[in-house]
């Protein structure tokens, strides 16, 4: 499956444009602007969403065993927080494993669903 986030040539950085959600031209706005790394809403949403589903072994054994959980279904969270996840949510975070993240965190593009739901459980602006 193409991975758009890999394809950003500012993904490394986890600054991006929002994907999807473009407004058409005669409302005339541009599409918001989210910086990833001054938000972290997506990595500190839920202990059920970070889980593993079309990885394959490979992508799995490069994961560090401490940010797997205990039943390795997913990231190992600390209540609702990916383990990986490092810094404030909605001020400064990183990823700790950006370069080996899951599947599933690599499919959460800004602005998309997932990321407007975790935005606003955080009250965060979408």
């Not at 589903?53 to 990916?82: F, K, W, Y």
């Not at 996840?85 to 669903?113: N, Q």
């Amino acid at each position: 499956m193409p991975r758009q986030a890999d394809r950003n040539p500012v993904a490394p950085g986890l600054v991006a444009l929002a994907a999807g959600n473009v407004l058409s031209p005669e409302e005339g706005a541009q599409p918001p602007l989210f910086d990833c790394q001054s938000c972290g809403a997506c990595c500190s949403y839920s202990a059920d969403w970070p889980r593993f589903s079309t990885e394959n072994d490979e992508q799995l054994d490069r994961i560090p065993p401490d940010h797997v959980a205990a039943d390795q279904s997913g990231m190992r969270c600390d209540g609702v927080r990916c383990s990986a996840l490092s810094g404030k949510v909605g001020k400064h975070t990183a990823c700790g494993i950006y370069e080996l993240r899951p599947d599933v965190c690599r499919a959460c593009m800004p602005a998309g669903d997932d990321c407007l739901m975790a935005r606003r459980a955080h009250g965060l602006p979408t």
